[in-house]
């Protein structure tokens, strides 16, 4: 069977690979800590649950419309506007069946093939995917690491820019990072992109994921709002991973150029999970916050548990739900040279699942430190104590 040739250019998010290989260790009957998906094992507050069943109950379950229920527009263009800063209407949002699709859609709309698109690596790898598959030219931008935390590389950012370049992909509260731009930095960004002309997806999925400190949208700066579309997502603050509902927040006449990507893809997005997303946004917020409450006390675990550890080395980011430590040392004390066996080899000796590095997109040349990514979104706090224990004992034991 022949199949398009463009499939050749489209990746994957390699995560789901590892929760399949943990899977198949479960299944032979070990117990498995996971540490590799950024899902929540955290229930969606109720009062959201019990919106969507009074919309079921009332009939919202045929089609709405594309670019999303009024009702929901305009909570969002009214909490985003007021976080951020920003003034914003309904015509400047389009709801999405999830966080994901804008990253598609926001392409499509403003890349056309041969263009040069900046994006972070390590990094969310569905950049990559798409921007290789709709025909662009993925220029990889690196961060380096320093007392304060991950920074971007600046010098390496500015060297890849060429008339050719047109988008920039931004992640603040990054996956898988953990990293968080200064004031700074940030400026610095959108000073780039208006140098340049750049567009900029502003992906926010951990905007409010924050333990310390206040976020702020590079879509607040000066000139920014015009060139920037904002990716918002319920999965994150509201636990709502799998009802797949977010929205594309920017210029109104690139959203409605996204609601006709809307009606071509999936005409869309669930009716009744829609007025569950006016309840998350309008209604009592108290799950939210235990939300946050609950994922700082595993950060907290898991961040002195690991810097326990041999040859682990990390620092405590103040925001996502993600740890990205330095395993270089740990790796030599047993002898492993490749992340992925490493990786491997945790899992069969401690029962510990996790991503590397590796997952996170194409690794750069000249990298020569070992990092993997733990989540610990999915995972209590005693099976955090317990897994990195045996993972602590299993690294020290070779010393």
């Known amino acids: 069977m022949l199949l398009a040739q463009r499939l050749k250019n489209l990746g994957t998010e390699t995560a789901f690979a590892v929760s399949e290989a943990a ?22 507050p109720a009062n959201i649950v019990e919106a969507q069943n009074r919309a079921i109950a009332n009939r919202k379950t045929g089609y709405a419309p ?74 990889p931008y690196r961060f380096v690491q320093t007392p304060a935390g991950f920074q971007i590389d600046r010098e390496h950012l500015e060297s890849l820019i060429t008339p050719r370049t047109r988008i920039l992909i931004y992640n603040n509260c990054q996956n898988p990072l953990g990293a968080d731009s200064t004031p700074e930095e940030m400026q610095w960004l959108a000073d780039l992109a208006l140098r340049h002309n750049l567009w900029v997806l502003s992906d926010e999925a951990y905007f409010e994921m924050r333990y310390s400190g206040v976020s702020q949208s590079i879509a607040s700066l000066p000139g920014m709002q015009e060139r920037t579309v904002i990716l918002y997502t319920f999965s994150k603050k509201y ?8 929205a594309a927040i920017g210029p109104r006449e690139l959203v409605a150029a996204i609601a006709r990507l809307n009606t071509n893809d999936e005409s869309c997005t ?7 997303g006016v309840e998350a946004l309008c209604g009592d917020q108290s799950g939210a916050h235990q ?8 950060r907290d675990v898991a ?82 104590r317990a897994g990195l224990s045996r993972l602590k004992d299993w690294i020290a034991s070779a010393g």
């Open 270 to 276: 669930a009716h009744f999970v829609q007025w569950a």
């Open 66 to 139: 594309a670019a999303g229920i009024p009702e929901l527009r305009a909570a969002l263009a009214d909490d985003v506007g007021r976080q951020r800063g920003l003034h914003l209407s309904p015509e400047n949002v389009v709801i999405q069946p999830g966080g994901k699709p804008v990253v598609t859609k926001f392409i499509q709309t403003v890349m056309e093939p041969g263009d040069e698109v900046l994006y972070p690596n390590p990094g969310y790898p569905i950049y990559e995917s798409q921007i290789d598959y709709f025909g662009g030219v993925a220029l």
């Open 303 to 384: 961040v002195e548990a690991l810097q326990a550890i041999p040859g682990v080395s990390l620092q405590k980011p103040e925001t996502t739900f993600y740890l990205f430590p330095n395993v270089t040392g740990a790796m030599r004390r047993l002898g492993y040279t490749d992340v992925a066996q490493f990786a491997d080899a945790a899992l069969r000796n401690t029962d510990v699942s996790f991503c590397t590095r590796k997952h996170f997109g194409r690794p750069q040349p000249g990298e020569t430190e070992h990092y993997v990514r733990f989540a610990y979104s999915g995972i209590d706090t005693d099976d955090i």
């Open 239 to 246: 636990a709502m991973t799998g009802w797949r509902l977010g």
């Open 23 to 44: 899977a198949a260790w479960k299944a032979q009957g070990h117990k498995v800590y996971p540490f590799h998906l950024g899902d929540l094992n955290i229930p969606t």
């Open 291 to 298: 939300i946050l409450e609950t994922l700082r006390e595993r």
